[in-house]
Antibody
Framework: QVQLQESDPGLVMPSETLSLTCSVSGDFIRTDYWTWIRQPPGKGLEWIGF???????NYNPSLKNRVTISVDTSKGQFSLRLTSVTAADTAVYFC?????????????WGKGTTVTVS | SYEVTQPPSVSVSPGQPASITCSGK??????VSWYQQKPGQSPLLVVY???KRPSGIPERFSGSNSGDAATLTISGTQAMDEADYYC??????????FGGGTKLTVL
């Protein structure tokens, strides 16, 4: 069973760039799609974007100008970069595995990492 | 942009059925998944492809999707089912959309 682990950047200064990495166990990075989702304190889930092993990515239009998701299959990782962060980007960030792209549902999630912009 | 809406809260007595709706224009033409999230935990997939249940999810969880609404139904609700529930809609033209979440309280 695949396991996911987010990195822990902790505190990020306003206007700077948030960088997160999700490590994928085994060689599963070469299959399926991978996605980032965030959850501000006390609020609901917000989809950020997805990527597949070949680098095909798509993003939430509300974040598209600031977000980049990349994949490094040699390291078994995919990454999130979010530029020009503000307090509104404070959230728990989850990485997740997308199963069956045609139906697009997340069947494996990381534990999440808390990012505070301050 | 496409949106789906959920009621903020639903209350149910133990042993009774609970239904949580997810509404959106022509939602029945999209694929809907449902996630359960307990405090301090990651979301857990409970229904996918509108009606299918992952292995390990109790049979009391079921889903439907038609017209402008999808529904998650929990038959014989148990105290352990108390959680936040999120619907998620998808098709290749609208990408990924989450509902605002429904807090299920088992009284």
């Amino acid at each position: 069973q695949v396991q996911l682990q987010e990195s822990d950047p902790g505190l990020v200064m306003p206007s700077e760039t948030l960088s997160l990495t999700c490590s994928v166990s085994g060689d599963f990075i070469r299959t399926d799609y991978w996605t980032w989702i965030r959850q501000p304190p006390g609020k609901g889930l917000e989809w950020i974007g997805f990527i597949n092993y070949s680098g095909y990515a798509n993003y939430n239009p509300s974040l598209k100008n600031r977000v980049t998701i990349s994949v490094d299959t040699s390291k078994g990782q995919f990454s999130l970069r979010l530029t020009s962060v503000t307090a509104a980007d404070t959230a728990v960030y989850f990485c997740a595995k997308v199963s069956e792209y045609f139906y697009f549902y997340m069947d494996v999630w990381g534990k999440g990492t808390t990012v505070t912009v301050s | 942009s496409y949106e789906v809406t959920q009621p903020p809260s639903v209350s149910v007595s133990p042993g009774q059925p609970a239904s949580i709706t997810c509404s959106g224009k022509k939602l029945g033409e999209k694929y809907v998944s449902w996630y359960q999230q307990k405090p301090g935990q990651s979301p857990l997939l409970v229904v996918y492809r509108d009606t299918k249940r992952p292995s390990g999810i109790p049979e009391r969880f079921s889903g439907s999707n038609s017209g402008d609404a999808a529904t998650l139904t929990i038959s014989g609700t148990q105290a352990m089912d108390e959680a936040d529930y999120y619907c998620q809609a998808w098709d290749s033209s609208t990408i990924v959309v989450f509902g605002g979440g429904t807090k299920l309280t088992v009284l």
